[in-house]
């Protein structure tokens, strides 16, 4: 049964939502997560804060949204590399690795603002989680190889993406003490040891 076509009011809600997240995406960058108020996005979409609330119950939700909208396939298409790789080779996640620290240094403003709100509000936290889940289902290879050595696969899989999120805040912001090639190898292994074949 086909769709029917969305009514112009639809496509009005859809079109206002849009640029919600736009908004919201550009003043977390430039200003952080606890920086940026409501009022500032509100403003820079042409809306009104009774329009937002409409869409996002509040500024957690318009952050969660605007990752999904606007960068989330970018991961997602990471996440299928990895799983795809056969076999999983030292070199191979060295370059997987290579890859992810790029789609985070492409939007590193908004990622670091993403870590404050999962790192000082629950609901974020909670959301990041859930998150994480959702990606399982495009690494069913990486589980069951996780399966192997572990009794719960899916946690050991949210611990390595927590480690790996946490990581790439450090290097984000510069607190890290090596080079961009030292934290890319380095975080690489513990990928490796998860992943490769051990002889």
């Avoid at 912001?173 to 002889?199: I, M, N």
């Amino acid at each position: 049964m086909e769709r029917e076509p969305r009514t112009l009011r639809e496509e009005q809600q859809r079109a206002t939502r849009y640029k919600l997240i736009q908004a919201a995406f550009k003043c977390f960058t430039h200003k952080g997560f606890h920086d940026t108020t409501i009022a500032e996005i509100v403003k820079a979409a042409g809306t009104s804060r009774a329009t937002f609330y409409l869409h996002f119950a509040g500024k957690s939700e318009a952050l969660a949204a605007s990752w999904a909208e606007l960068e989330q396939s970018r991961m997602i298409e990471q996440w299928h590399k990895l799983d795809a790789m056969d076999p999983w080779t030292e070199a191979g996640i060295h370059g997987w690795m290579a890859d992810m620290i790029d789609v985070w240094e492409d939007a590193r403003n908004f990622a670091i603002a993403s870590n404050q709100a999962v790192s000082s509000n629950i609901e974020m936290s909670q959301q990041w989680f859930r998150g994480i889940s959702e990606y399982m289902e495009y690494v069913p290879n990486v589980l069951r190889r996780l399966a192997q050595d572990s009794d719960n696969p899916a946690y050991r899989f949210m611990m390595l993406c927590t480690q790996m999120d946490r990581s790439v805040f450090m290097y984000l912001t510069e607190s890290f003490p090596g080079t961009r090639d030292e934290f890319v190898a380095t975080l690489g292994e513990f990928w490796r040891d998860a992943l490769v074949e051990r002889s």
